[in-house]
């Protein structure tokens, strides 16, 4: 019997405001470059008002990776907490229109608003983000509906929601229902001090939870406090049935039992490198969900990647199937 959606995802519901900026913005408010900080309501306010020809799009890292499944022509859901405010809504009618069901919708009065990320890209490409967490932090087990995520083949999760305890349950009651229900769990581990965070619960939730995990080669490393990339990958491929490691700019290795596969990465100078990691994921998890090998699902998330990079935003612009029958995949 074929499921209603191929992708299932759980994450934080963000709007993402883009500014192009110099290094000198930068330094005059005193933004770490190149990295996600997490900042308080009012600073939040403060950056956002600073911000000049501000261009919005709703984001988040799983939702972003679900956009791109969406223009791959996959069926899928989004499980996220946005506000009822003019972000949320813009945000909701976003996701809908790329194609992606959004089965929770804003919520109303008395709560967080609508989160929000100020990213400013400096003219090398580099973004510097600034995330305000507000609403979408709160999602909980409440918010997961188990007739959706069991009526998936693949959950997708997103490191970040560890941060908080409802988060965490919210994460478990999900890949119950999903691997329930015959389908596949799955984890972005979201970032190196995400983490650092939470190595204990990671390792135990790769180990005992999921069926296949996409990080860096900082993540995995940092995961297993290996002293080198092979030590953490064997570390990971003992622990998940399926492992994936991108390698910003070289080649991509994914692991499956004794089958591993190197995909090489064609270099490219990024206009915008918001949402490569997102899209990536959004191309190996078109394969999966579709029986490609290994290769072919490595090989699409680096086409989509490449894609994403070539232009501002984090979600795909070009047709990417199109994409995909161009390099005969």
Known sequence: MSKRYQVVGIGNAIVDVIAQTDESFLEHMGIHKGIMQLVERERGETLYAAMDDRVQAAGGSVA??????????????????????????????AMTGDGTDFPNGPVGAGELPTSRSMIFVTPDGERSMNTYLGISSEVGPSDVDEDVVADAEILFLEGYLYDK???????????????????MAGIALSDPFCVDRHRADFQRLVAEELDYVIGNEAEFTTLYEA???????????????????TRSGDDVVLIRGEERVTVPVERVTPV?????GDQFAAGFLNGLATGRSLEVSGRMGCIAAAEVISHMGARPEADLKALFAQAGL
């Open 272 to 276: 915008d490198a918001t949402g490569a």
């Open 165 to 183: 305890d409802q988060g965490k349950e919210a994460f478990h009651a999900a890949a119950r229902a999903i691997r329930k229900g015959g389908g």
């Open 64 to 93: 972003n990776t679900l956009a791109g499944l969406g223009n791959m022509g996959r069926k899928t859901a989004f499980i996220g907490r946005v506000r009822d405010d003019a972000l949320g809504r813009f945000y909701a009618e």
């Open 227 to 245: 002293n080198d990339l092979e030590e953490a990958l064997a570390a990971a491929s003992f622990a998940c049935p399926l492992v994936v490691c």
